[in-house]
C-alpha cells in the first residue's frame, strides 16, 4: 500500500515536472515549491545526523571533545548575521572557511591544473609501433594546446602572425573540442529520459517489465 | 517572400514541437524496440570473460553505488552482472558507497527474482532454509537436494533456486564507504554484522566461506560518481583484488586509463555497456533474451537520428532561407 | 576588529594550510586532522543562514500577499515538517528517518522523482539547444557541428552502418583535440586560481568581506 | 631451473640459518623465542609430529601433508616522507617455495609477551614481492617511536601457518619535517608567488599595463541596459559552489560591479543562491553596491536571497523565476555542473540575454551553445579583474600570462627535445619528463 501510493505520488509529481515542458502552471508551480522545501527540511536532517549529533554534541557530551566547542561557537556567530549591529562577527567563520579553504586549495591546484597538465603535454610525437593516427594525434595535442594557450593570453592584442593566427587556431581546438563533449553528452542525457520513461510506463502503469 | 517565410517558420519553430518529438521517440521505441545489433567492446567481454571462469567456489562483490538518478544507466549493467554470478552460482555479495543504492540493490535483486517473469530465478529467504542450515548442510548442492526433497519444486520458467546467505547476501549501506572497504579487506563481519535485513551475516555459509576481501575474487562496482575509484585505493591497491567498472557514459571516457595501466579488468561503459553485457549474456546461452538495456539502446540511436535530423533540417533551413548573407554573427567567432 | 580580524584569519589560515601540505610530521597532520573535524562543523552552521534567508523571504510573500503568495506554504511547511517528522515525532506516528515515516516518504517519493525527472529535461533541452545553435554560421560554427554530429553517431549502433571509420574519429577528436582545449583550460584556469588563492590570502582580493573594492 | 631446487630444501635451510646468524650484529635480529630450527605451527589441524618430519619432506616427496619452508629474517626502515605511521617490511622469503600460498606478517610491540598480542597485519602472496609498507591498516596503527617486533609465517593452500623467526625492528617510525616529494610543487609555488608579487609591485608603481578587451565584458552594460528599457528585472545566479571556489569568487565580485549599474539604472536584481554563505557575502555585495550607487534605499532586502542547497530543486526554482518573472537579462557566472544546459535553455526560451562565464571544463559548450555571451574559463576571472579597476588586478593577470609563457615555453621545449630524440636518438625528452614529473600517491 505504501509503496503503490508512493509510486502514484511520485509519478503525478514526474508529469508535474515534465508539465513544464509546454508551459509554466500551478502543477509545476506547487512541485518547484514542495521540493524547495523538502530537499531543505531533508538537507536539514542530513547535517544534524551526521554532523552536529555525530561531529560536535556527542563527542562533546559524551567523549569530552571540549575543544569542539570552538568551532561550535565559530559556527554560531553565523546566527549574528540577524542582529545588524553585531552582524560583521558572520565574517569570522566565513573567513576562517575562506582561508583555509584557499590555503587548501594552492598547492592542490598547482599540483593538479598545472604540473599534472604540464607534465601529460610533454610526451613524444611518435615511438616505435605507434600508428599514424596516433602520431597526428600527439601533433594535434600539442599544438592545439599551445595555440588555445595563446587564445588566453590576456596582456597582448589578438594581433600577429604569432597571437593572432595563434589565438585563431586556439579557438578553432576549443571549438572542436566543445562540440564533441556535446556530442558525447548527448547519449548519457538521452539516458536520464530512458529511465524516467521505464519509471513511468513500468513503475507506475505495469505497461512494460 | 513565401518561400522565406516557411524556412522562417521552420527556423523558429516552437520548441515544444522537438520536445514533443523527444518524448514520443522515446515512448515508442520502448514499446516496439527494432533490435539494432550492439557490437561488442574488449573493455566488456573482459568482464565477461573473468565472471564466466567463476564457480561456486568463488565469490563476487556488486557494488551499487548509485542513486536513482542514474538508474537507467547503473542498474542494466547491475542486474546483468547478478543474472550471470547466479548462473554459475557465484556467491554475490551486495553493496552500497551511497545511501539511495540501498533501495536500487534491493529493486535488482526483486526484479533478478520476480516469479512474474520468465527466466527468474527462485529466491529462498535466509529464515525459510534455516532448519537445512542448524542441520549443517551448507553445501549449495546438499541445500537444493534437501529443499526439493521436501516438496518444494521449481517453479516454471525459473533457472534456479538462490538461497539468501549461500548465493547472496545484501549488506547495503554504511557511511564512509572507503573505510568500509579498508575494514572488509581483513573482515566482512566486523563491518557489516548484520545484513540489509538484520540477518547475523556469521551464519551465512557464504560469509563462513568468504570471511574478508581477500577471499574474494572479484569486484563490480556500477557508480554514477568518483566514488568507484575508492574500490581501487582501497580495495584493489592494498590487496590486489580485481576490480570492474560500470559507469555512466559521460564518465567513461575519464576512466580509460585506468584500464590501460591494468587497475581495473574492464568497463561497462553507460547504457552501451550495459547492452554488450546482455548481447554477450544471451550469446552464451546465460539468459533467454536481452534485457532493458538493450532495449534503451534503439531509443538512444533513434533519438541520436532525430537530433541529427534536426540540426539537418535547421541547417538547410538557414541556407535556403537566405539567412546565412544577412545575419549578424552572434556571439564569439 | 571589523575588517582587520577576518583578514588576519584568512591569512593566518592560508599560510597554514599551505606550510602544513609540505610537512608530513605528525603535527602537521594534527592541524590537518583538526581542521578536516572542524570545516563541517562549521559549515554546518551555515544552514541556519540559508533557513533564516527562506523563511524570512516565504513569510514576507505571505504577509504581504504577493503573488503567488499561496505556494509560500508550499515551501515552508515540508521545511520544518521534515525536520520535525525526524528528529521530534516518534516513530509509532510516522517519525523517524527509517522507511515508511513521513520524512522517507516525501524524499523518495517526491524529492527523488522531482529531481530525476529534472535531471532528465535535460535531454529534451539538448535536442532544442542542438537546433537552434548547431548551424552552420561561419566556419567556427562548422566544426562545432560535425564533431557533435560525428560523436553523436559513432556513439549509437546505428552509426556503424556508415563502417568503423566514424566511431573511430568521435574517440580520436575526443583524445586529442578535445583534450588539448581542455588542457589548456585548465593550465589558465589553474593559473587564475593560484592568483585568487594568493590575493585572497593576502588581502589583496576582499570583496568576500562584503563592500566592493575597499 | 626450478626443479633443481626441489630436492634440496633442507640443505638450503641448513646452510641459511649460519649465514642469519652472522648477519645478526648487522640487523638486531632476535633469535625466536622457542626454537629457531623448527616451524611453529599454530593450526590444530596439523599435528607436531608432522612438524618434526619437515626437513626430511624435501627429499621425499610422496610423504603426505608435508610442513612447509620457513621465511629467514625480516629488515624494517623507517618510510620516507610520512608522519611516523608507517614502516617499510621486508623479509626473506622460504628459500624453497613449495606449497607456499601466502606469507602473513604478525606485528607486536617489542615488550609485550603472550600469543595475543601478534596481529596479523598483511597477508602478501608467495608471488608477489616479499615487501610491502605497514601502517596502512587503520585497525593496527604504528605509533611513531615504538619498537615493533615481526614474526613471518608460511601459509600453505590448507591455512596452516609455519612460523619464521621473531626479529626485533632496527628502526623506529618518525615523521619528517619536509615531503621530498612535493619539492616541485614547492618550486612551482614559490616561482608563481615570485611573478605575482613581482607584477603586483609593477602595477602599484603604476606602469600601464595593456589588456585585451573580452567580449563578455562589453555586453554586460548593454544587457542592463536593455532590461531597463524593457522594464524587466535581471537574474543573476553565482553558480552552484562554495565560497572558496574561485569561480564564485570571481562572480562575486562582476556581480558588486552589476548591482551598481543595476541600482543606477533602478532596475529590479533577483539574485536566488544555492549556498548559504554564498548568499550572505552576495547580499552584502549587493547592498554595498546600492548605498556606492547612492541609492541605499532602493534596495529590496527580498532580491538576494537562498532557494536550497539540493541541485536539482534549486534548478526547479530558478526556472519557476525565469518563466514567472521573466527577466530580460540572465546572468549564468560561477561554478555550474550538468543544471547548466537546464537554466540555460529555459532562460532562452522565456527570450531572455544571457551572458555565461564558468571555469567548469565539461558544462562549458553547452553555456556556448544557448547564450548569448560566454566567458571561457579564465576570462571569467580576467573579467573580474578588468571590472575590479585595481593596479593589483591586472598585475595579477600580467603575472598569469607570465606563468602561460613559461608553460609554454616548456611544451616547445619538449617539443623540440623529442624531435631531437627522434632524429639523433638520444634521451633528452625523459629527462624533461623526469623534471616535471610530480607523485600521484603522497
Not at chain 2, 17 to 41: A, K, R, Y
Not at chain 4, 369 to 396: F, M, N, R, V
Request: glycine fraction near 10%.
Amino acid at each position: 500500500m505504501y509503496d503503490t501510493i508512493g509510486i502514484w505520488v511520485g509519478a503525478l509529481f514526474t508529469l508535474a515536472i515534465y508539465s513544464f515542458l509546454y508551459k509554466e502552471n500551478p502543477v509545476y508551480r506547487l512541485a518547484e515549491h514542495l521540493v524547495v522545501g523538502i530537499s531543505m527540511g531533508y538537507i536539514i536532517v542530513l547535517i544534524y545526523n551526521t554532523v552536529i549529533l555525530p561531529k560536535l554534541l556527542e563527542p562533546i557530551f559524551g567523549g569530552n571533545h571540549w575543544l569542539l566547542i570552538i568551532p561550535g561557537l565559530l559556527g554560531l556567530l553565523y546566527i549574528t548575521r540577524f542582529i545588524p549591529s553585531i552582524a560583521w562577527l558572520s565574517r569570522y567563520p566565513i573567513a576562517f572557511v575562506m582561508g583555509t579553504g584557499m590555503g587548501i586549495g594552492f598547492p592542490l591546484t598547482m599540483k593538479a591544473y598545472v604540473l599534472r597538465q604540464l607534465e601529460a603535454a610533454v610526451i613524444p610525437l611518435y615511438s616505435s609501433g605507434m600508428p599514424w593516427h596516433e602520431v597526428l594525434g600527439n601533433i594535434v595535442m600539442i599544438f592545439g594546446t599551445l595555440a588555445a594557450l595563446i587564445y588566453f593570453f590576456f596582456s597582448k592584442p589578438h594581433k600577429g602572425l604569432f597571437f593572432g593566427t595563434g589565438s585563431k587556431i586556439g579557438i578553432w581546438v576549443i571549438m572542436l573540442g566543445f562540440g564533441a563533449t556535446f556530442g558525447f553528452t548527448v547519449m548519457g542525457r538521452i539516458s536520464l529520459l530512458i529511465g524516467r520513461i521505464q519509471y513511468l510506463m513500468g513503475d507506475w502503469l505495469h505497461i512494460i517489465e | 517572400m513565401g518561400a522565406v517565410n516557411i524556412w522562417e517558420k521552420m527556423l523558429n519553430l516552437d520548441r515544444r514541437w522537438i520536445f514533443l518529438g523527444i518524448g514520443i521517440i522515446s515512448i515508442v521505441f520502448f514499446l516496439v524496440g527494432f533490435g539494432m545489433p550492439v557490437t561488442t567492446t574488449k573493455e566488456v567481454e573482459n568482464i565477461f570473460d573473468f565472471v564466466n571462469e567463476l564457480g561456486p567456489d568463488d565469490a563476487i562483490f556488486i557494488g551499487f553505488d548509485f542513486a536513482p538518478g542514474t538508474q537507467a544507466e547503473n542498474m542494466p549493467m547491475a542486474v546483468a552482472v547478478l543474472r550471470h554470478a547466479f548462473h554459475n552460482n557465484i556467491p554475490v555479495f551486495m553493496t552500497a558507497i551511497v545511501p539511495l543504492g540501498q533501495g536500487m540493490a534491493v529493486s535488482a535483486l526483486n526484479y533478478v527474482t520476480d516469479p512474474a517473469i520468465d527466466g527468474h530465478y527462485e529466491r529462498v529467504l535466509f529464515e525459510d532454509w534455516a532448519d537445512y542450515r542448524e542441520a549443517g548442510i551448507t553445501n549449495r548442492e546438499d541445500i537444493i537436494a534437501a529443499w526439493e526433497r521436501d516438496g518444494n519444486v521449481l517453479p516454471e520458467g525459473a533457472l534456479g533456486w538462490v538461497f539468501e546467505g549461500r548465493d547472496y547476501a545484501l549488506l547495503g549501506y554504511l557511511p564512509l564507504f572507503h573505510l568500509v572497504i579498508l575494514g572488509m579487506t581483513n573482515s566482512i563481519e566486523t563491518q557489516f554484522p548484520v545484513d540489509y535485513h538484520g540477518n547475523p551475516i556469521g551464519e551465512m555459509p557464504m560469509l563462513k566461506e568468504h570471511k574478508s576481501l581477500r577471499d574474494v575474487d572479484l569486484a563490480v562496482t556500477n557508480a554514477a560518481s568518483g566514488a568507484c575509484t575508492y574500490w581501487i585505493t582501497y580495495a584493489r591497491e592494498k590487496i590486489g583484488l580485481p576490480i570492474a567498472f560500470g559507469v555512466t557514459g559521460v564518465m567513461a571516457t575519464d576512466y580509460y586509463p585506468y584500464i590501460q595501466s591494468g587497475q581495473i579488468i574492464g568497463q561497462m561503459g553507460g547504457l552501451r555497456g550495459a547492452a554488450e553485457y546482455e548481447v554477450l549474456l544471451q550469446e552464451n546461452g546465460i539468459t533467454a533474451t536481452t534485457d532493458k538495456a538493450f532495449r534503451g539502446m534503439d531509443v538512444q540511436s533513434a533519438e541520436h537520428i532525430f537530433i541529427i535530423l534536426l540540426i539537418v533540417i535547421g541547417n538547410i533551413a538557414y541556407f535556403a532561407g537566405g539567412f546565412h548573407k544577412k545575419t549578424r554573427l552572434k556571439g564569439r567567432g | 576588529m571589523k575588517r582587520t580580524v577576518p583578514l588576519m584569519i584568512v591569512m593566518v589560515g592560508g599560510i597554514l594550510m599551505i606550510i602544513q601540505y609540505f610537512i608530513p610530521h605528525q603535527y602537521s597532520l594534527i592541524v590537518f586532522d583538526n581542521y578536516l573535524e572542524w570545516a563541517p562543523i562549521v559549515g554546518a552552521f551555515a544552514l541556519i543562514l540559508g533557513v533564516g534567508s527562506l523563511t524570512r523571504l516565504h513569510s514576507h510573500k505571505i504577509r504581504r500577499r504577493a503573488k503567488n503568495w499561496q505556494y509560500s506554504w508550499a515551501v515552508l511547511i515540508p521545511l520544518f515538517g521534515m525536520p520535525f517528522f525526524a528528529l521530534i515525532m516518534p516513530e509509532s506516528l510516522g517519525g523517524g528517518t527509517d522507511v515508511h515515516g513521513v520524512h522517507d516518504f516525501l524524499f523518495m517519493h517526491v524529492q527523488v522523482p522531482i529531481q530525476a525527472t529534472m535531471f532528465s529535461l535535460l535531454a529534451f533541452y539538448i535536442a532544442s539547444a542542438a537546433f537552434r545553435a548547431f548551424r552552420a554560421k561561419s566556419a567556427l560554427a562548422t566544426v562545432l557541428l560535425l564533431a557533435a554530429v560525428v560523436v553523436m553517431l559513432g556513439q549509437v549502433p546505428i552509426g556503424a552502418i556508415f563502417g568503423r571509420w566514424l566511431p573511430e574519429t568521435g574517440l580520436w577528436i575526443l583524445r586529442y583535440p578535445n583534450l588539448a582545449a581542455k588542457r589548456a583550460i585548465m593550465l589558465g584556469v589553474g593559473f587564475g586560481m593560484l592568483a585568487t588563492n594568493l590575493k585572497i590570502i593576502f588581502g589583496v582580493e576582499r570583496n568576500w568581506l562584503g563592500g566592493a573594492g575597499k | 631451473m626450478r626443479k633443481n631446487w626441489i630436492g634440496i630444501p633442507a640443505i638450503m635451510i641448513l646452510l641459511l640459518l649460519p649465514s642469519l646468524s652472522v648477519a645478526q650484529g648487522d640487523d638486531e635480529i632476535l633469535t625466536p623465542v622457542d626454537d629457531n630450527l623448527s616451524a611453529t605451527v599454530a593450526d590444530n589441524s596439523v599435528t607436531p609430529d608432522e612438524t618434526e618430519l619437515r626437513p626430511a619432506a624435501g627429499e621425499q616427496l610422496e610423504e603426505p601433508d608435508p610442513g612447509l619452508d620457513i621465511p629467514g629474517i625480516v629488515t624494517v626502515q623507517n618510510k620516507p616522507n610520512d608522519a611516523g605511521d608507517q614502516l617499510i617490511v621486508s623479509f626473506e622469503p622460504a628459500v624453497n617455495s613449495e606449497g607456499i600460498v601466502t606469507y602473513n606478517i604478525y606485528r607486536h610491540i617489542a615488550e609485550e609477551e603472550g600469543e595475543d598480542t601478534w596481529n596479523l597485519v598483511k597477508i602478501v602472496l608467495a608471488i608477489n614481492p616479499p615487501e610491502f609498507i605497514d601502517g596502512y591498516d587503520p585497525e593496527y596503527p604504528i605509533e611513531p617511536g615504538v619498537l615493533y617486533e615481526y614474526r613471518v609465517a608460511s601459509v600453505n593452500a590448507d591455512g596452516d601457518e609455519f612460523f619464521g623467526p621473531v626479529c626485533t625492528a632496527e628502526v623506529v617510525s618518525k615523521g619528517e619535517w619536509f615531503h621530498t616529494d612535493k619539492t616541485r610543487v614547492l618550486i612551482a609555488g614559490l616561482l608563481f608567488i615570485l611573478l605575482i608579487f613581482y607584477y603586483f609591485g609593477k602595477a602599484q608603481r603604476g606602469t600601464k599595463m595593456y589588456l585585451r578587451p573580452i567580449a563578455g565584458i562589453e555586453a554586460i552594460d548593454e544587457a542592463i541596459g536593455r532590461a531597463t528599457e524593457m522594464g524587466k528585472p535581471i537574474l543573476y545566479v553565482p553558480g552552484i559552489s562554495t565560497i572558496s571556489d574561485v569561480a564564485t569568487i570571481a562572480s562575486i565580485t562582476i556581480l558588486g560591479r552589476v548591482a551598481k549599474k543595476i541600482a543606477e539604472y533602478q532596475t529590479r536584481l533577483i539574485v536566488p543562491n544555492y549556498d548559504p554563505i554564498v548568499y550572505t557575502v552576495a547580499e552584502e555585495v549587493v547592498k554595498q553596491a546600492y548605498l556606492e550607487a547612492g541609492r541605499p534605499d532602493s534596495y529590496d532586502p527580498d532580491s538576494v536571497f537562498f532557494m536550497t542547497q539540493s541541485q536539482f530543486a534549486y534548478v526547479a526554482g530558478v526556472n519557476g523565476i525565469m518563466m514567472r518573472d521573466k527577466p530580460a537579462t540572465n546572468f549564468y557566472l560561477g561554478m555550474f555542473y550538468a543544471e547548466s544546459l537546464i537554466l540555460a535553455e529555459t532562460g532562452s526560451l522565456s527570450g531572455a540575454i544571457q551572458i555565461a562565464g564558468t571555469d567548469a571544463v565539461t558544462q562549458l559548450p553547452f553555456f556556448i551553445t544557448t547564450c548569448d555571451y560566454t566567458l571561457i574559463g579564465e576570462e571569467l576571472y580576467a573579467a573580474s579583474a578588468y571590472l575590479g579597476h585595481e593596479p593589483k588586478q591586472i598585475g595579477a593577470v600580467k603575472g598569469q600570462d607570465a606563468c602561460k609563457a613559461i608553460i609554454m615555453s616548456l611544451i616547445t621545449l619538449a617539443l623540440v627535445l623529442g624531435i631531437l630524440d627522434l632524429v639523433a636518438n638520444t634521451h633528452t625528452l625523459n629527462w624533461l619528463r623526469d623534471l616535471v614529473t610530480v607523485s600521484i600517491v603522497e
